[in-house]
Structures are given as structure tokens and as C-alpha cells.
């Protein structure tokens, strides 16, 4: 089937603060005729960008064929459609079959990126979550809730790592992750924090040793729309990059003895 020259564009629409979104994405709005976004999600600031023509629909209580449908619909009479997610699409962000439905319909589709909330809230925190000399990886998760998760991707095997952890997704479980991750190795005593909407107006961010951060997040009522994260990342250090020091040469820069 040949798919439509014009194509539906799926545009991250950050963590929250509407200054993070892309240029690209902002110019998606700006040209939009329809813009389908998530409403429990995406900050409404956002539409803001829109022409004043444009039609705004709130896909929070749609069904996935429902917000396929229109779409297909707008897309079909030539009208540019922008799906807005929040964050960026690539994380947790359910395209897959949205593109795939459209697809199908001949529709095309196009992914502009966003600023994921994990890197929002690295921001927020002032960290890198690689430390030189020290952790190299970065593991993006969440726990089993009312969708699961493969059994191999349980929490405790990922801690197993022993890498810096971001959990999505379940900040109502937090006590269950702080527990997945001293199972699976994490010390008690790991450097540990929330972060609550990651970038919007009323942020919150928490710290404490992985086993106290739970009941910190209950204390403040932090049951969703939080990441916990977990690692060295979190501790103070004074390790430096090999990058730059004097003696480290590369491409662009003679080391010296």
C-alpha cells in the first residue's frame, strides 16, 4: 500500500517545562491543523503554539482505535495532524502501534524527539548518570504493575548490575522497588532520589538512602508522575574524565607528559 506524502507527526513534547520542546516540534505545532495529545500528561501550555484554526482533541479517555480513527480521518482530507506525546515517544510512549494501525491505512508516519523526563530530571538533580571511572551504563525501567514486565527484566536480575537505575512508571510502588533493588544487590544505604514532575512549575525532587526514600515519597503524597533513580550517580565524587586531562590525547588535542 502506498502511504500519504504528507506524514502524521508524532512530536515528543518533553518532561513539562513547554521551553523544552524542540524547535522542530514547536514548528510542528505552529503548521498543525489537528493536534491529538495526551491530556493526563502533556502540559496544556503547550497548545499554546497551535494556530488558532487548529483543532485540539484530548486522547486521554480515547481507545487506541478510537485515536487511530481520527488521525486517519484528519490526515485523509489533507489536514496535518501532530500527535503530541509527552516526554519523548521513544520511552514508554506507545507508538509502536499507533504507527503500525496507521500504516496499514496508508497513512505515513514521522517521529520528532523530545526530552525524556529521565533527562529532565538529571537536570533537576545536577548529575551525570555515567561516572567517570565508575558506572558506564544506564538502565531505563519499571516495575511489574498492571501491565507486566518479562520475567527476565524483574527489577532484582537489572540490579544485579549494580548500574545507575532510573524506575519509571511506579512511583506507587516504591516501596516494592526500593526492596527489588537491595535483593538484587543495591545496599540499603545507595544514594537514592525522587523526582516529582520533572521540570514543571511545582517539581519536587527528594533524597535519601535508597531504603528511606519510600517513605519520604509517602510522607510528601508522591504516588505517580515521579522517577526514582538509584546509583553512584547520586554520590558526591570528585572522579574526573580522562577526556581532559593534559596527558590524554585524542583527535583534537595533543596530550602532553
Not at 209 to 217: C, D, F, V
Not at 218 to 247: N, V, W
Amino acid at each position: 500500500m502506498k502511504l500519504s506524502e504528507r506524514p502524521i507527526l508524532f512530536v515528543g513534547a518533553g518532561p513539562g517545562d513547554p521551553e523544552l520542546l524542540t524547535l522542530k516540534g514547536k514548528k510542528a505545532l505552529e503548521e498543525a491543523g489537528l493536534v491529538l495529545y495526551a491530556g493526563s500528561l502533556v502540559n496544556a501550555a503547550l497548545l499554546n503554539f497551535c494556530s488558532p484554526g487548529c483543532e485540539r482533541a484530548d486522547s486521554s479517555g480515547l481507545s487506541l482505535e478510537e485515536q487511530v480513527a481520527i488521525m486517519a480521518d484528519a490526515a485523509g482530507r489533507g489536514v496535518p495532524v501532530v500527535r503530541l506525546h509527552t516526554g519523548d515517544p521513544s520511552l514508554f510512549g506507545a507508538v509502536a502501534e499507533q504507527k503500525r494501525l496507521l500504516e496499514e491505512q496508508g497513512m505515513s508516519v514521522k517521529f520528532i524527539p523530545g526530552v525524556s523526563s529521565f533527562q529532565a530530571a538529571a537536570a533537576a538533580l545536577g548529575i551525570q548518570y555515567t561516572v567517570p571511572g565508575g558506572n558506564q551504563t544506564v538502565i531505563c525501567t519499571r516495575r511489574a504493575g498492571r501491565t507486566p514486565v518479562p520475567p527476565e527484566e524483574d527489577l532484582r536480575r537489572l540490579a544485579a548490575v549494580g548500574t545507575t537505575m532510573v524506575v519509571f512508571l511506579s512511583a506507587d510502588q516504591a516501596e516494592a522497588v526500593a526492596e527489588d533493588l537491595v535483593d538484587g544487590g543495591f545496599s540499603p544505604r545507595t544514594p537514592a532520589a525522587c523526582v516529582y514532575r520533572a521540570s514543571w512549575e511545582d517539581e519536587k525532587i527528594l533524597t535519601a538512602p535508597l531504603a528511606e526514600l519510600p517513605a519520604l515519597m509517602k510522607q510528601h503524597g508522591i504516588t505517580r508522575h515521579a522517577l526514582i533513580i538509584a546509583g553512584e550517580c547520586l554520590a558526591s565524587t570528585d572522579a574526573r574524565s580522562l577526556l581532559y586531562y593534559p596527558s590524554f590525547s585524542h583527535g583534537c588535542r595533543e596530550g602532553t607528559e
